[in-house]
């Protein structure tokens, strides 16, 4: 974990690679750890920080910043087939994802819907296969009373992969008797056969929200 005097240095690092970054290849990579920087404190954090410590830093612009290096980052070294930093890019995407939508949901639950549908659209642009987190934007935007990100959202909603070839999938808890969805069907499939707490799999093409 990443202390206080690791973050200083960082930071005194990459003020000298701002400095001696002229290449296209030292401007990417200066690029690329600038917006490494919100994460890295995070880490600092540690797992047990509270979620307004993560709502801090986490913000929409550094969400958006982040997918925005990322993309060109590892575009850069697609081009030169140097994969420096995109495994790296792929595991932080995929441990950061969840304490970002955990964020996102808090604010929903604070009825924060403002900061919510912003969180949960940047949350979208970083992993765009994952379009119910649009769909939350959406949602939160019209509670919000943002209406025209709203239109904005569900329209592309209307065009997405999402809706127009995803599935959701839901099974009844044993012990509430209440229907829940499920991740995955790997998941779902995982909770009926292994662990025996889920009964009942039932599957719901998202095409079927589209209106006529």
């Known amino acids: 974990m ?3 005097s690791d973050i200083e240095k960082y930071k005194e690092a990459l003020s000298i690679l701002k400095s001696n970054a002229t290449l296209e290849e030292d401007i990417i990579y200066y690029n690329f750890y600038k917006a490494m ?3 890295t404190i995070l880490a600092a954090k540690g797992p047990k920080a509270p979620v ?3 709502q801090k830093i986490l913000t929409p612009d550094a969400i958006k910043e982040y997918v925005k290096v990322t993309n060109e980052t590892i575009a850069f070294e697609t ?8 495994d790296a890019i792929l595991q932080k995407t995929a441990t950061i994802k969840p304490i970002i939508r955990n964020a996102a949901l808090d604010y929903n639950e604070k009825k924060k ?3 919510g549908y912003q969180l949960f659209y940047a949350l979208y642009l970083l992993d765009k296969t994952d379009g119910s987190n649009l769909e939350n934007a959406a949602i939160l935007a019209i509670q919000s009373q943002n209406y025209s990100d709203a239109i904005v959202f569900y329209e592309e ?3 997405s992969d999402y ?3 995803g599935v959701v999938y839901y099974a009844v808890n044993k012990a509430t008797g209440q229907e829940e969805i499920m991740p995955s069907r790997a998941t779902r499939s995982d909770f009926i056969n292994k662990f025996s707490t889920h009964e009942k799999p039932r599957d ?3 095409i079927l929200k589209k209106p006529g």
């Open 79 to 86: 081009k030169t087939g140097k994969k420096l930093v995109t």
């Open 52 to 54: 307004l410590e993560y």
């Open 157 to 159: 909603v209307l065009q």
């Open 204 to 206: 719901e093409k998202n």
């Open 113 to 115: 819907y403002e900061e």
């Open 163 to 165: 809706l127009l070839n």
């Open 2 to 4: 990443p202390t206080a």
């Open 37 to 39: 920087l919100p994460t």
